[in-house]
């Protein structure tokens, strides 16, 4: 059903949980040959998607896509909590074409968006196939599924549960998305799929080497009704330090639903990662997974890495606070937040 011919949407109905609602399970997908994985010594690259699906199964199901489950699930000391399900994918970023998952009336919906790549940058026909496959073979039991004829990734929004969405216009408005929509025209399309109610669109901020046209779960993001976290840069000699300081006074005029101004807590900028070929890696610690009992969170062997720790252990004192090495993760262009996708109770 294309989006626009949804009937009788009421912009009340529908609801978008914040990521930190409760979860029922949350989605991965991993590497396997037939991927751009398989160029980057396969065996190691699973290796943080192994400690992030275990540490996701400390408190919540992990329902894991993968090529072979016999050979994936040999591959953990315990199965517990984790469910493997073989369906072919072209990539491992679950974040971007996994369902999205709503509140109509109270209930569970699971949204189906298409995804075209980023914009047709990369081969996705398959994994734009992966909700309707693990629908089919039933394992999300009864919920209801509804497919929109609209390109729209999960890492581009951000929810605080309460109608508001934070968005960038650099990827939400980009012509390689739904030919190049106004800012009108998406507000009008996600107030009638999501139940949004508002809009913070950033118009300023990036990550070389990212190749997601700069995906808010990169730059900021929720971690409470009242709160942003953001990627704030202090070396006026690094390439970010313009489009960031611009990003940082945007997000100073925002406000929130009772109209004061957001707290907004800094992440520090990593210092600069590169492959092998010399070419930036998009390192972000703004890309963590907040789940039913833990914050997890991506390091990259940084001198940061400790200081992030200790401001996610103030911000979310109830939970366990992991950490995970995705030095491997942004060398194909994503991390921890990107791998993963989850599927509200």
């Known amino acids: 059903m294309k989006a626009k011919e949804a009937e009788g949407v009421s912009l009340n109905k529908r609801r978008l949980p914040a990521e930190w609602e409760r979860q029922q399970l949350v989605l991965m997908s991993f590497p396997h040959e037939d991927t751009d994985w398989a160029n980057n010594d396969l065996q190691a690259s699973l290796s943080p998607f192994i400690r992030i699906a275990q540490a996701i199964a400390y408190g919540e199901a992990v329902y894991i896509i993968c090529k072979d489950k016999n050979k994936i699930s040999s591959m953990f000391c315990s199965t517990r909590n984790l469910t493997f399900v073989e369906i072919p994918t072209n990539d491992t970023w679950i974040r971007d074409y996994g369902y ?20 047709k940058k990369f081969e996705a026909s398959l994994d734009n196939s992966v909700n309707r496959t693990l629908h089919k073979k039933g394992y999300m039991g009864i ?37 190049g929509l106004s800012k009108e025209d998406i507000e009008k399309q996600l107030k009638t799929s999501l139940g949004a109610k508002r809009f913070l669109w950033l118009d ?10 700069s995906h808010v779960d990169t730059l900021a993001r929720f971690v409470n009704r009242e709160t942003i976290v953001y990627l704030k840069c202090n070396d006026k000699e690094d390439e970010h330090y313009e489009a960031l300081q611009k990003m940082e006074k945007e997000l ?45 969170y991506p390091t990259y062997e940084d001198v940061n890495d400790k ?8 911000l979310f004192p109830t939970k366990e606070i992991i950490p995970v ?21």
């Not at 497919?147 to 408005?173: H, P, Q």
């Not at 300023?204 to 046209?213: E, K, M, P, S, V």
């Not at 010399?278 to 009992?293: E, Q, S």
């Not at 090495?325 to 109770?345: D, F, P, R, W």
Request: hydrophobic share 30%; net charge negative; proline share 4%.
């Open 100 to 119: 999205i998952s709503i509140k109509e009336y109270g209930d569970k919906r699971l949204l189906d968006f298409t995804f075209d790549g980023w914009g």
């Open 204 to 213: 300023n901020g990036y990550l070389a080497g990212d190749d997601t046209d």
């Open 143 to 179: 919920t209801p599924l509804e497919s929109i004829d609209f390109v729209l990734e999960g890492g581009s929004i951000e929810s605080d549960g309460e109608g508001t969405i934070l968005t960038t216009s650099a990827c939400l408005c980009n012509p390689n998305r739904n030919g």
């Open 325 to 345: 090495n995705c030095l491997k993760l942004i060398e194909e262009g994503g991390s921890l937040h990107c791998s993963t996708m989850q599927v509200a109770y």
């Open 307 to 314: 200081k992030v720790r200790e401001l996610f252990k103030d």
């Open 252 to 296: 100073q005029s925002f406000k929130t639903v009772e109209g004061k101004p957001y707290s907004l807590i800094p992440l520090p900028m990593c210092e600069a990662k590169y492959n092998k070929s010399g070419k930036r890696l998009p390192a972000t610690y703004a890309n963590f997974l907040i789940t039913n009992d833990a914050l997890i």
